[in-house]
C-alpha cells in the first residue's frame, strides 16, 4: 500500500520540483508583476509552441505565490500533488485537515485560463461561502474573477455568477440551474454555460450518497380522484392469496392471473398493464393500502390528514408524503379528502448530471472503499496521496456487547472518563434518536457536551461546533455527516474563539434574552484571562445602539466585517479591528498552549457507536482525529442489537448471541463475530452500490433521450428565424404519415388523405378526390407544396394584424409543445419501469424489454410535439381583446 502511494509521489516529484523552481522566481515578483500572469499565461496558451507541462508548471507556481500573499500559507508538495492529481480528472484521496481547500486553488487557476467556467462544488452553501471568500482573497493578487450561488439569488446574478472564470457552488443549486435552464422559455433567463470542469469537494457525499434519489422539480397537477376511490372499492373486493400475493419483505403486491382478469373484468378494460391506462397503479397502491398501512401504526389522522409515523424514531412526520400515489391510496382507504399529486416536471440524477462535464475530478478524505464505483459510474480513478506528516491516530479494535442497553452504559462510562481527564471526545452517531439518548444518559452524569444532529439544520453552527471540538474538556456528540467540511484543530481554533467571544460580548451587552453560547464552565475559565477580558471590554459597541432591533445575524456580519477587514471606513471600525487583531494574538498563544496539553492527553478520541451501512463513512469519523500528525485514537463500541448485526448479520449472528456465556457488561472480543460483522456490513455497502446502479441504467434510457431533447430545444431556444425548422416539421408529418400509404387498402388511403390534409389545415373536399387517384410519389410533393402555401398565407395574414408575429409563435409553440409533451413522456417514462418490475420477463431481461419500450414512447413523443405544433401553428389567430 505504501509503496504505491509513494510511487504516485515519486511519479511527479519532477513535475513537482519544476512548480517549485517557477515558485521561487515568481516570489520575487512585485504585486503588479503577479497579476500580469494570467494575460500571459492565457497568451502561452494559445501560442503552439509551449508546451503544456511548462504552462502547468508555471499556472501551478503563480497560484502557489498568490495563495502565499493572501494567507501566508505555503503550500506543501503533498498538496500540489493533490493538485496534479486533480487537474488530470482523478480523485484525490486526502485526508482530513490536509488542506484541500487550497489544493483546488490550483487546477482551478490553470483551467480556469481556458475561459470557459471552472466550478468548484461542495456539500452546503456554507461552505461554498467560506470557500468562494477564501479564493477572492487569492484570485485577487491575479485578475480572476470569483463567482458564488447561493440558494437565495435570481436568475439575473446566477447568471454574473456563472459567467466568472470560477463559480463555487452546491450540488443541489447546480443541478436545478441545470433544470431550469431547460425549461426557459427565452434564451435571457439560462444562466449556466457549458459545463467544462469540475472539482467536486466531498465527492464521495455528492456522487455516492446523494445519488440514491434524482433531483426533481415537480409542479401541482389536477389529477382523478375517482381513479383512487374506484381502486379502493376494488381492493377491497380482492382477495389475498387468490387475486394477488403479498411480498413481505419487498413491500410489494404481484397480481396473479386471476386478479388481473378481475380487475380487468370489474373496471371493463381489455388490458390492464396498457402504458395509456394508469390502473394499475392505483390498484397496486390500493392494494398496499389495504396491507401493509394502518392506522396509528404507519400512520395517524390529525385534521383529516393523513400524517406518517417514522418507522424507526416513531416520531411524526410533518408535511411528509409517500409518494407515486401511495398517499392517496391510504386517503381513499380512509374516506378523507384526496389531496393532489405532484407531477414531475423534469429531473435527472447526479450521475448524469456530473457526466456533463468535458473533465470532472474531484476530492475527499475517503474515496478508495469505493474505487470500482467511482471507476463503472463516472470514469474515474481514486488515487490516494500521501499525508504531508505520518498519521499516528491509533484505531482501537472494536467492542462488541450483547445488548444495544450495555453498550451504551459502556460509551456513557468512557465519556464519563475522558471528561475528568479533560480529553476531548467526538462521539459519532447513526440517527438524532441515539445521539439524544446519550445526551439524556450524559445529562444524568452531569457532563456538559455539544450535541449535534439533524434537527438543527444550520451549517454554520455545525461548523463553529465541530470546529471546537479538539478543546480540552470538550465531548461533542455528532451525528456523522454533522459539520463535514469543517476539520477539528487540537486545544481550539483562534480565529473561531475570538469570534465567538467577540459576540458573546456584544449580545451580553445588548437588548437580548440571556444570552446563549455553547461554552461551558471550564471552557470560559480555560479561555479567558486577564488580558483577553481587558481587550473585549474595550470594544465599541455603539453599533448596537442604532437600533433597538438588532438580530443576531446583524452582529454575525458585523464581526465578520471587522475580522475581514471589510468595513466603512471610519474610527470605531478601525478601533474595533485593532482591538479584534490583539483579541486574536491573545487567543493564538492561549490555543497554541492549550493544544500542548491536548496532545500530552493523546489528542482526540472518537468513539464510533454503530458500523454505518458503509466503511467510508466509518472511516470519515475516525479520520476526524490524527491530523497533520497529531496523535489520537478511534474505538468503535457495538452491540449484537445493532441494525446492521440484525439484518444483515443472518443466522451466525443469532446462534452466536444464544451461545455466548458471558455476563451482560462485557464486550466480546471474537474473530468471527469481526469477520460477520464485516461481511455483514459488505453486504449493506453491495445492497445499496446495486440501488445506485440500477436507477443510473435505467435513468441512463433517459438520459440519452433527454440529451437530444435538450439539445433540440436548446438550438431553438438560441435560434431567432425557425420558419425552416418548422416546414421540416410540416414534411416529416407527412412523410411519417404516408409511411404506410402505398402498402393500404383504399379505404385506408383515403383516411390517411383525410388526417394530412386536416393537420395542415387544407380544404379537404376540394382536394380529397383528385388526390385518391394519383401516384404516391406526387402526392408528396403536392402536400409538400401545400404546406408551404398554407403557411404562407398563415404568415401573411398574422403578418398583416402584426408584424414579428409569426415568428414569436413559432417559438412559443414549440417551445410549450416540447416540455408539456417531454412532461407526459417522463409520467409514461416512471409508470413504464413500474410495471416492468410488475410484469415478469422469464428469461428475459427486464432492463433490455425497459429499453425497447422506452424507445417507442420516445419516437410518440417525437411525433405528437410536431403535429402538435403544426396543428397549433396552421390555425393561430390573432383575437384582439378590447
Ligand atoms: P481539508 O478540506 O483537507 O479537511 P482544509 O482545506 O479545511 O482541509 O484545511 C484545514 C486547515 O489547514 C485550514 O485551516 C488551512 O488554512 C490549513 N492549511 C492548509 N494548507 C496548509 C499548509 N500548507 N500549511 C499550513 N496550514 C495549512
Ligand atoms: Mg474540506
Not at 661 to 680: C, F, H, R
Request: hydrophobic share 35%.
Amino acid at each position: 500500500m505504501l509503496n504505491i502511494i509513494n510511487n504516485t509521489l515519486n511519479k511527479y516529484k519532477k513535475v513537482i520540483k519544476t512548480i517549485n523552481i517557477y515558485a521561487e522566481k515568481i516570489e520575487k515578483y512585485n504585486d503588479a508583476q503577479l497579476k500580469k500572469q494570467t494575460q500571459k499565461l492565457k497568451k502561452n496558451l494559445k501560442a503552439s509552441n509551449i508546451n503544456s507541462h511548462d504552462i502547468l508548471a508555471e499556472a501551478f507556481a503563480t497560484a502557489k505565490e498568490a495563495i502565499r500573499r493572501a494567507t501566508d500559507i505555503t503550500l506543501f508538495d503533498v498538496q500540489i500533488l493533490g493538485a496534479i492529481i486533480l487537474n488530470n480528472g482523478h480523485i484525490a484521496e486526502m485526508k482530513t485537515g490536509e488542506g484541500k481547500t487550497l489544493v483546488a486553488i490550483l487546477p482551478a487557476y490553470l483551467n480556469a485560463l481556458h475561459e470557459k467556467g471552472v466550478h468548484i462544488l461542495t456539500v452546503n452553501t456554507y461552505l461554498a461561502k467560506r470557500d468562494a471568500k477564501l479564493a477572492q482573497n487569492i484570485f485577487n493578487f491575479l485578475d480572476i474573477k470569483i463567482g458564488l450561488v447561493t440558494p437565495e439569488m435570481d436568475y439575473i446574478s446566477r447568471k454574473i455568477q456563472y459567467n466568472c472564470d470560477i463559480t463555487y457552488n452546491t450540488n443541489s443549486e447546480l443541478g436545478f440551474d441545470y433544470l431550469r435552464d431547460n425549461m426557459a422559455i427565452d434564451i435571457d433567463q439560462t444562466v449556466q454555460r457549458n459545463f467544462y470542469f469540475a472539482i467536486v469537494d466531498e465527492v464521495d457525499s455528492i456522487l455516492i450518497d446523494e445519488a440514491r434519489t434524482p433531483l426533481i422539480i415537480s409542479g401541482v397537477t389536477k389529477q382523478n380522484n375517482t381513479k383512487y376511490k374506484a381502486a379502493d372499492k376494488l381492493a377491497n373486493i380482492l382477495e389475498s392469496f387468490k387475486h394477488y400475493e403479498i411480498d413481505e419483505k419487498g413491500k410489494n403486491i404481484i397480481l396473479t392471473e386471476e386478479g388481473i382478469v378481475k380487475c380487468e373484468k370489474s373496471l371493463n378494460i381489455v388490458n390492464l398493464y396498457n402504458i395509456n391506462n394508469e390502473w394499475i397503479k392505483y390498484i397496486i397502491n390500493a392494494l398496499k393500502a389495504k396491507e401493509f398501512f394502518f392506522k396509528d401504526r404507519e400512520y395517524i389522522i390529525r385534521n383529516s390528514e393523513v400524517t406518517i409515523v417514522d418507522e424507526f424514531t416513531g416520531r411524526i412526520m410533518e408535511g411528509r408524503r409517500w409518494s407515486e400515489g401511495l398517499h392517496q391510496a391510504i386517503e381513499a382507504k380512509e374516506n378523507l379528502p384526496i389531496q393532489s399529486e405532484n407531477k414531475t416536471l423534469a429531473s435527472i440524477t447526479y450521475q448524469n448530471l456530473f457526466l456533463l462535464y468535458e473533465k470532472l475530478s474531484g476530492m475527499t478524505g475517503t474515496a478508495k472503499t469505493e474505487e470500482s464505483e467511482f471507476n463503472k459510474i463516472y470514469q474515474l480513478s481514486v488515487i490516494e496521496i500521501p499525508t504531508n506528516k505520518k498519521c499516528i491516530r491509533k484505531d482501537l479494535p472494536d467492542l462488541v456487547y450483547k445488548s444495544e442497553y450495555y453498550k451504551w452504559q459502556a460509551i456513557a462510562n468512557e465519556c464519563f472518563d475522558m471528561y475528568q481527564m479533560g480529553k476531548p471526545t467526538l462521539i459519532g452517531t447513526t440517527n438524532i434518536d441515539k445521539s439524544e439518548l446519550l445526551a439524556k444518559m450524559l445529562d444524568n452524569l452531569q457532563i456538559p457536551y455539544n450535541l449535534l444532529n439533524a434537527k438543527q439544520e444550520n451549517a454554520t453552527r455545525e461548523a463553529e461546533i465541530i470546529s471546537q471540538a479538539g478543546q480540552r474538556y470538550s465531548i461533542t456528540i455528532s451525528t456523522n455527516m454533522a459539520g463535514r467540511g469543517t476539520d477539528i484543530i487540537l486545544g481550539g481554533n483562534p480565529i473561531a474563539m475570538a469570534k465567538m467571544m467577540i459576540k458573546h460580548y456584544i449580545k451580553s451587552m445588548g437588548k437580548f434574552h440571556k444570552a446563549k453560547i455553547n461554552l461551558n464552565n471550564i471552557h470560559k475559565k480555560l479561555y479567558k484571562s486577564e488580558k483577553i477580558n481587558y481587550l473585549i471590554n474595550q470594544i465599541d459597541i455603539s453599533f448596537l445602539k442604532e437600533d433597538n432591533n438588532t438580530s443576531e445575524t446583524k452582529i454575525d456580519t458585523y464581526i465578520e466585517q471587522i475580522a475581514n477587514k471589510n468595513y466603512p471606513l471610519n474610527k470605531i471600525n478601525e478601533k474595533n479591528f485593532q482591538i479584534y487583531q490583539n483579541i486574536l494574538k491573545e487567543y493564538t498563544i492561549l490555543c497554541n498552549k492549550e493544544k500542548e496539553k491536548v496532545i500530552t492527553l493523546g489528542g482526540l478520541y472518537v468513539i464510533g457507536t454503530e458500523r454505518h451501512e458503509s466503511r467510508r463513512i466509518d472511516n470519515q469519523l475516525k479520520g476526524r482525529s490524527g491530523r497533520q500528525g497529531d496523535p489520537g485514537k478511534s474505538r468503535f463500541f457495538l452491540s449484537l442489537q445493532d441494525n446492521l448485526f440484525r439484518i444483515f448479520g443472518g443466522e451466525q449472528i443469532t446462534v452466536l448471541m444464544n451461545t455466548l456465556k458471558i455476563d451482560d457488561n462485557t464486550p466480546i472480543e471474537s474473530i468471527i463475530l469481526t469477520k460477520s460483522l464485516n461481511s455483514a456490513q459488505r453486504k449493506v455497502e453491495g445492497y445499496f452500490y446495486d440501488i445506485r446502479k440500477q436507477l443510473f441504467e435505467y435513468d441512463e434510457v433517459i438520459n440519452s433521450q433527454r440529451q437530444a431533447l435538450y439539445s433540440e430545444r436548446k438550438k431553438i431556444l438560441r435560434s431567432i428565424f425557425i420558419r425552416d425548422c418548422i416546414i421540416e416539421y410540416g414534411e416529416n408529418c407527412i412523410d411519417e404519415m404516408l409511411f404506410f400509404y402505398t402498402s393500404a387498402d383504399s379505404d385506408t388511403k383515403y383516411k390517411i388523405l383525410v388526417r394530412i390534409l386536416k393537420l395542415l389545415n387544407i380544404n379537404t373536399k376540394l382536394y380529397i378526390n383528385e388526390l385518391t387517384k394519383i401516384e404516391a410519389t406526387l402526392i408528396k410533393s403536392f402536400l409538400y407544396e401545400q404546406l408551404r402555401i398554407s403557411y404562407d398565407l398563415r404568415e401573411n395574414y398574422l403578418e398583416q394584424l402584426r408584424p414579428g408575429l409569426i415568428r414569436k409563435l413559432e417559438k412559443y409553440y414549440l417551445l410549450q409543445q416540447i416540455d408539456q409533451t417531454w412532461q407526459d413522456h417522463l409520467e409514461k417514462m416512471n409508470l413504464l419501469k413500474e410495471y416492468i418490475g410488475w410484469r415478469s420477463y422469464g428469461q428475459q431481461d427486464p432492463l433490455i424489454e425497459y429499453k425497447n419500450e422506452a424507445f417507442n414512447l420516445f419516437i410518440n413523443m417525437v411525433t405528437s410535439i410536431r403535429q402538435n405544433v403544426i396543428y397549433l401553428l396552421m390555425r393561430s389567430r390573432l383575437i384582439i381583446n378590447i
